[in-house]
Every structure is written in structure tokens, then in C-alpha cells.
T-cell receptor
Framework: TQLLEQSPQFLSIQEGENLTVYCNSS?????LQWYRQEPGEGPVLLVT?????EVKKLKRLTFQFGDARKDSSLHITAAQPGDTGLYLC???????????????FGKGTHLIIQP | NAGVTQTPKFRVLKTGQSMTLLCAQD?????MYWYRQDPGMGLRLIHY???????AKGEVPDGYNVSRLKKQNFLLGLESAAPSQTSVYFC??????????????FGPGTRLTVL
């Protein structure tokens, strides 16, 4: 069972449209992160949300953490071709024998913004 | 600052061959991680390190070994490569976690094919 379920898996829209992608789980998390990955590169952190109900904005991107801290959404307003990429949500996951947390990722949403 | 660098960028191995992937970071980070990314599976943690001389297992450690002899370097070894290890490998680093989460900085990846 996947810890983090992301939807949709693929999304292709026209430039200027709005969109929302989701990251859902049945578990409660102390924090949740969103990363963006472009082809041939590693993921880059966009935002970390830590408080239930929290909303964070990054230019045209709006991130929300669910009240129960089980889910999150990413809304993009007036999408641009530069927003194209793989959007990943991730949570810290404790592993035995450590003191640091590795990240557990969802499978991601592949977003294509067509000019 | 170069951030996180990985060598090589591409490699093709035959089944049974061995190789070492090198990760280097110049941010003086304590924590370092190795992930693999596969289509339909997302990013999964292989091994990680909380400091020089320490290593620990992640979600999918079998078939891999790691070493952290210097703080800035984290090596991932495949002793006897198998086709199932064909993947894109990402190294990441982070500072000590704060409030239960941290930002991980990823390298550009190594694309490995095992024939």
C-alpha cells in the first residue's frame, strides 16, 4: 500500500488554465513537503507545510495542508509552460537504526502545460 | 557552490559487474541519502547517513552497500549488478533536522542500465 497517493498521475492543460493536484494518505503527518522535478534533474523543494489547515503561497502556486494533516493540495493559477514538470509530495519517514529521517515520496503528478 | 554532484552521469553494466557511484556535497551537511527512481514506483530510499562514519538502511537496501568515510562524500556500491538495479540513482544531502523535517538537496542523478 502506497503511503502517499497522488492524483492525477498525468495532467496536460493549456497555458493560462488553473489546476489542482492532490496528495492523500490515511496517516497523519507532522509535516509534508512538495518538490518539483524537471527532466534530467533531481527534485527541488518548493514548500514545507507543518500546521493543519496551513496555506502557503509561492507566486502562482498555492499549497494547502489538510486540517487533519493527512492530505495536501497544490493549486496553480494561470499555468505557464515553465510549470511543466513532475510534482512530488513527500513526508519524513523514520527508519530503524537512524536518527535522521529519509523521505517517503508519492509517485508524483506529471504536469504538462501546452503553449 | 556546486551543491550536490554525482559521478558518473550514465553507466551501462553487465550482469554481475560491480561499480561505485560517488556523491559529493560542498554545503557541510550532516545527513546524506541515496534514492532510486523507477517508473511507476517513484523515489525510494536505499541507504542514508547521519554523519561521517555512519550508515543505515532505508526502504530498499538489498544489493547495495554504502560508505561515508568523509563528511562530504557518500559512496553507493553495487557488488554484483542485476537487471533489477537498472534505475536512476539520486543522492541528496540535508542539514540536521529542525522541528522534525529538513530540506533535502538533490544531485542531478546517475542513470544506470544493467544488461
Amino acid at each position: 500500500t502506497q503511503l502517499l497517493e497522488q492524483s492525477p498521475q498525468f495532467l496536460s492543460i493549456q497555458e493560462g488554465e488553473n489546476l489542482t493536484v492532490y496528495c492523500n494518505s490515511s496517516s497523519v503527518f507532522s509535516s509534508l513537503q512538495w518538490y518539483r522535478q524537471e527532466p534530467g534533474e533531481g527534485p527541488v523543494l518548493l514548500v514545507t507545510v507543518v500546521t493543519g489547515g496551513e496555506v502557503k503561497k509561492l507566486k502562482r502556486l498555492t499549497f494547502q495542508f489538510g486540517d487533519a494533516r493527512k492530505d495536501s493540495s497544490l493549486h496553480i493559477t494561470a499555468a505557464q509552460p515553465g510549470d511543466t514538470g513532475l510534482y512530488l509530495c513527500a513526508v519524513n519517514q523514520m527508519y530503524s537504526g537512524g536518527g535522521a529521517d529519509g523521505l517517503t515520496f508519492g509517485k508524483g503528478t506529471h504536469l504538462i502545460i501546452q503553449p | 557552490n556546486a551543491g550536490v554532484t554525482q559521478t558518473p552521469k550514465f553507466r551501462v553494466l553487465k550482469t554481475g559487474q560491480s561499480m561505485t557511484l560517488l556523491c559529493a556535497q560542498d554545503m557541510n551537511h550532516e545527513y546524506m541519502y541515496w534514492y532510486r527512481q523507477d517508473p511507476g514506483m517513484g523515489l525510494r530510499l536505499i541507504h542514508y547517513s547521519v554523519g561521517e562514519g555512519t550508515t543505515a538502511k532505508g526502504e530498499v537496501p538489498d544489493g547495495y552497500n554504502v560508505s561515508r568515510l568523509k563528511k562530504q562524500n557518500f559512496l553507493l556500491g553495487l557488488e554484483s549488478a542485476a537487471p533489477s538495479q537498472t534505475s536512476v540513482y539520486f543522492c541528496a544531502s540535508s542539514e540536521r533536522e529542525v522541528w522534525g523535517y529538513n530540506e533535502q538537496f538533490f544531485g542531478p542523478g546517475t542513470r544506470l542500465t544493467v544488461l
